[in-house]
């Protein structure tokens, strides 16, 4: 079974971690690409999260903000079948899930090739809220428009400069 939606999320770096990080829930993500079309701007990855396989594709939104995102449930055979056709490396982060209100942050640590980087996205249900976020404090930078900060070129290129 697949589900189909659409995905509005702002990205940002961190000025400084938030405290009591260890009090929020957390999920082991690797992930890798198998295919990346730029000049459609589709991406299709394969990913595990504590042990739940996901098959997912990202394509723009005609109708505006955001990306379409569909997503399908694999076993771990697709999983592992997949990861051998991969783009790149395998992108692997702990990502700390931090509620903010009605919203979660969720904050990526990233290991292995891209140990030291740190971001945070958070998804919203409409452009109001996304245009009306205030984030807090312990946010940095906005990157949401810097394709050098998008998964999909994390793992071909690495570490942003």
């Known amino acids: 079974m697949s589900t189909t939606q659409i995905e509005l999320e702002r990205k940002f ?3 400084k971690m938030p405290e009591n990080l260890s009090q ?6 690797a992930q890798a690409y198998i295919a990346i079309d730029d000049t459609l ?3 299709t990855r394969i990913r595990s999260k504590d042990g739940v396989y996901i098959l ?10 955001g990306v379409i995102e ?12 997949a990861l051998e056709n991969n783009v790149g490396f395998v992108v692997t982060k702990t990502r700390h899930l931090i509620p ?6 969720e904050l990526d640590v990233f290991h292995n090739k891209l140990e ?4 945070a996205e958070i998804e919203f249900p409409n452009e109001t809220i996304a245009d009306e976020f205030t984030p807090p404090d312990w946010l940095g930078k906005e990157v949401t428009d810097d394709k050098n ?3 999909k070129n994390l793992c071909r290129n690495g570490m942003p400069a």
Request: without cysteine; charged residues 25%.
């Open 116 to 119: 030291g980087l740190v971001f």
């Open 70 to 81: 569909t997503e399908e449930f694999v076993d771990k055979s697709a999983y592992d079948q």
């Open 100 to 105: 903010y209100g009605d919203l979660t942050i």
């Open 13 to 15: 770096l961190i000025a």
């Open 24 to 29: 929020y829930k957390k999920q082991e993500i």
């Open 56 to 65: 997912n594709t990202k394509s723009p939104n005609p109708d505006g903000k």
């Open 41 to 43: 701007g589709t991406a």
């Open 149 to 151: 900060y998008a998964n």
